[in-house]
């Protein structure tokens, strides 16, 4: 028993002893550090951003000028990230980046916009250059099956009262905002228009979709002896079939009709399919031409194995040797295509009241989610190499866009300026004043011109 007591307080006695040898801790001993933070969600959003970038740094024409810095989350979409990436296209003999044309769009809106359907009132408006005057507001342009075409509306009709605001000025930033959007992002908007007989109408204007029908006119006019072909043909964009359907029909008549000499209206043509464009230009090429190199498609170094070739099938062949195009800024991408083509096989006329738009580059739909993005991914070259007009055409006459008038009227001053040139070799009288346009008007009409699509647009699918 005794024995049982020693051993009690032996085992009592190391316990002891061990626990006293435990060391106390240090209040300075730094704690376990935290477990790691889950890692970051990544979002759908996020992916599309990624995957936007990612095909950028790998199809577009300027690739190896993106740094490797660029965040593309830090953007609201993939639109913006297009835009952000423009800054980073130098070329040699040009100060600013060239690229003003890569953009990215939802598919819905696209698949709408590339086959015509529009959704608006079917008007477009610039600001006419009348002589010390920046409140003259007319109609440019109108589409035949829109809510201003059907309700008779005209290009030329001055417009004095938009949602019953009459104080419409090109010099006055706040009347061009109410412009743009009265005109482009209403539903319904209120117009007093003033006719060309001195009579004014009012109108409700509602938006609703319609299919477009971009050759607005033609007409064969026989004027001193001469017979002139004339078209207006406002964009190489919608039903492919109808325009193609349209162009053999205009040429059609034109050759029955043995026109001398054609004019291509292009003012307002901000560019389409590139094979609508090669289409136009086998029409309007001589015969000589055919079999000969229409233009090029050069990509950049990661896909010049897609490079391409395409030589010309003149059409219906008219064998003119000149044309006249009728031009403006508003002229882009696919329009300015069908010029550099044909430059190296006829004389090719230009009238209009500044330079060509100047986008030599082209590209097609990249789907990314729900989006399209539009990288510059090729470059187009004549067969002479000319190629890089990034500063636009600039016109052989200048001439103010007469605005008011409608179209295929003789007097409207560019056409009238093509007939002149064509019945006596000059484009004006010697006593006619040399066209100025009012700095405000072209700044307004820049604004009001930024809603229309500027493209050449090939319909390859994306390479990968």
Request: charged fraction near 20%.
């Amino acid at each position: 028993m005794q024995y049982k007591n020693y051993r009690f307080l032996l085992v009592m006695l190391v316990l002891s002893i061990f626990i006293s040898c435990k060391k106390t801790p240090d209040a300075t001993t730094t704690p376990p550090p935290p477990p790691p933070p889950p890692p970051p969600v990544v979002t759908l959003e996020d992916k599309i951003k990624d995957t936007t970038l990612m095909y950028s740094r790998d199809i577009y024409l300027w690739y190896k000028q993106i740094p490797a810095t660029f965040n593309p989350r830090t953007y609201a979409d993939p639109n913006k990230i297009m835009e952000a990436i423009r800054q980073y296209s130098t070329e040699v003999g040009y100060p600013n980046p060239v690229d003003r044309f890569s953009f990215a769009m939802k598919q819905a809106e696209w698949n709408n916009v590339s086959s015509g359907i529009s959704g608006d009132f079917g008007i477009d408006v610039f600001f006419f250059n009348s002589p010390n005057v920046t409140t003259d507001l007319r109609v440019k342009s109108v589409e035949r099956e829109s809510p201003a075409g059907k309700a008779g509306v005209k290009r030329g009709w001055r417009i004095t009262k938009l949602n019953g605001n009459s104080n419409i000025d090109a010099s006055n930033q706040n009347s061009i905002n109410a412009v743009i959007n009265g005109v482009f992002n209403s539903t319904s908007s209120s117009f007093t228009f003033l006719k060309p007989d001195g009579s004014s109408v009012d109108l409700t204007l509602n938006a609703a979709n319609y299919q477009t029908h971009p050759v607005m006119v033609d007409s064969v006019y026989t004027i001193s002896g001469k017979k002139i072909g004339y078209m207006v043909l406002e964009s190489f964009i919608g039903d492919t079939v109808e325009i193609k359907s349209e162009l053999t029909r205009v040429f059609n008549r034109f050759a029955t009709s043995a026109v001398n000499d054609v004019i291509i209206d292009l003012r307002y043509n901000g560019g389409g399919y590139v094979s609508l464009a090669e289409r136009l230009s086998n029409y309007l090429a001589p015969a000589s031409a055919n079999g000969s190199i229409m233009m090029r498609q050069t990509f950049n170094d990661k896909y010049s194995q897609y490079n391409s070739t395409t030589n010309f099938t003149v059409t219906n062949s008219l064998n003119l040797p000149r044309v006249f195009f009728i031009v403006s800024s508003s002229t882009a991408s696919a329009s300015e295509l069908v010029i550099n083509n044909l430059l190296p096989f006829m004389e090719v006329k230009l009238i209009g009241r500044n330079a060509t738009y100047g986008k030599p580059v082209g590209f097609f739909p990249i789907p990314v989610g729900d989006w399209y993005i539009f990288p510059v991914s090729f470059k187009t070259v004549n067969r002479t190499g000319q190629s890089n007009y990034y500063n636009g055409f600039t016109p052989d006459a200048i001439i103010a866009d007469g605005l008011d008038k409608n179209w295929g009227d003789i007097t409207e001053a560019s056409l009238a300026s093509a007939i002149k040139y064509i019945t006596t070799g000059a484009f004006r009288y010697q006593a006619d004043a040399v066209y100025r346009e009012l700095p405000q008007v072209t700044t307004a009409n820049a604004e009001l011109d930024k809603h229309t699509l500027k493209g050449t647009i090939s319909t390859r699918k994306f390479l990968k």
